[in-house]
């Protein structure tokens, strides 16, 4: 079965940074694009980021680009999301996903930026 494991969250000031975790298993995840998602309270889910299966090209949503990093280190089933100068509008909680369309998520894990 698919599973994934997000981790890294926290309660953090505007302006500083958090790394996000999410742990894969029950797939092959080298053959695979991944992606972060992220959901705020009274808001739909949104793509955050995605990442090519290899990791040669990244995406982001306009609202992150040039704060946020997508990175995978394949031999550890592991997709990264580095986040710089947050800001409390990015609060939320924050999922993994196997590509776009797939139907398994994680538990998420919930960031919070505040003063």
């Known amino acids: ?10 309660l953090v000031q505007p302006g500083g940074s958090l790394r996000l975790s999410c742990v ?6 080298r053959s695979y694009p991944m992606a ?3 959901q705020a309270p009274g ?3 949104e793509l955050v980021a995605d990442i090519t299966s290899a990791g040669g090209i990244t995406q982001y949503t306009d609202s992150v680009k040039g704060r946020f990093t997508i990175s995978r280190d394949n031999a550890k089933n ?3 999301l580095q986040m710089n100068s947050l800001k409390p509008d990015d609060t939320a909680v924050y999922y993994c996903r196997r590509g776009r369309y797939d139907a398994n998520w994680g538990q998420g894990t919930q960031v919070t930026v505040s003063s």
Do not use: C, D, H, P
């Not at 894969?24 to 995840?29: C, E, I, L, Q």
């Open 24 to 29: 894969a298993s029950g797939f092959t995840f």
């Open 43 to 45: 808001k739909e889910r």
């Open 78 to 80: 592991t997709v990264y």
């Open 1 to 10: 079965q698919v599973q994934l494991v997000e981790s890294g969250g926290g």
């Open 36 to 38: 972060w998602y992220r």
